[in-house]
């Protein structure tokens, strides 16, 4: 389990661009199509750009049509939490950094084997580290 990161809203505020706060600090949605990773081809890891917590490889990501990066697993398992989100008029999965608890993006289960799930992220809420 990663050793957890507690910073208050109004520092996380002063440390954060304001467009990487809206989205993970404030539960923003970036555009589909016009974000940083949705048509990443290249290899290497997806990190949490709060904390630098490893969360996605490009092993796991594939293209889901939605115009956002998706991934079918977990880098690590205990790497994100799950809450449950009743926002936008529908009961949703939401994803965090089981580290800062930055807002990443929505679970859904119409992804590709073998685990038949889409974790639907925000480029915002992700650096990604090309393999060398």
Not at 25 to 38: C, D, L, V
Not at 95 to 120: K, Q, V, Y
Request: charged share 20%; with cysteine; glycine share 8%.
């Amino acid at each position: 389990m990663p050793n957890k990161i507690h910073k208050s809203i109004d520092e996380w505020r002063e440390i954060l661009p304001a467009d990487i706060f809206a989205i993970t600090r404030a539960n923003g949605t970036e555009p589909a199509f016009n974000n940083a990773y949705w048509n990443n081809k290249q290899r290497g890891l997806y990190k949490c750009s709060n904390c630098n917590l490893t969360l996605f490889s490009s092993e796991s990501k594939f293209d889901s049509g939605t115009g956002w990066p998706s991934f079918w697993k977990p880098y690590r398992g205990e790497n994100v939490e799950y809450l449950t989100d009743n926002s936008a008029g529908m009961e949703r999965t939401e994803i965090i950094c089981a580290r800062c608890g930055s807002h990443l993006g929505h679970l859904f289960h119409d992804g590709p084997a073998p685990t038949g799930l889409r974790f639907c992220m925000n480029s915002a809420a992700l650096v990604f580290v090309k393999k060398v």
